[in-house]
């Protein structure tokens, strides 16, 4: 049989790391929310990583402030790039019909 996997919300994730901090025993409360000890851990490990910026959903990608900002900078940049391009050839075909 093939196994179900089950989505939990943003909330749902945010308050179950809170909870596992408050509590002594991780696997109690685990069993408790209906989610396995391991993942758990794995929200909490992720919330460390990336504070407020856990959990994107929807395959958006996971990114510290820093990431980020180099994200947006290098795409920046590849937009400078293409339109320096695109101005180098519209230049090489004016010259060449002016001749």
Same mark, same amino acid.
Request: one cysteine or more.
């Given at each position: ?26 696997? #109690? @409360?685990?069993?408790? &929310? ?10 909490? /490990?992720?919330?460390?990583? =990336? ?20 994200? #947006? @900078?290098?795409?920046? &940049? ?10 180098? /050839?519209?230049?090489?075909? =004016? ?5």
């Amino acid at each position: 049989m093939k196994e179900v996997c089950k989505i939990y919300d943003k909330a749902f994730k945010d308050k179950a790391v809170q909870l596992s901090y408050d509590r002594t025993n991780v696997s #109690e @409360l685990a069993r408790e &929310l209906g989610v396995t000890a391991p993942q758990l851990y794995k929200w909490r /490990k992720e919330f460390e990583e =990336f504070g407020e910026g856990s959990f994107p959903g929807k395959g958006n990608l996971k990114l510290t402030p820093e990431q980020e900002k180099i994200y #947006e @900078l290098e795409k920046r &940049l590849k937009d400078a790039e293409l339109e320096r391009d695109i101005l180098k /050839k519209a230049i090489g075909i =004016f010259s060449k019909s002016g001749r």
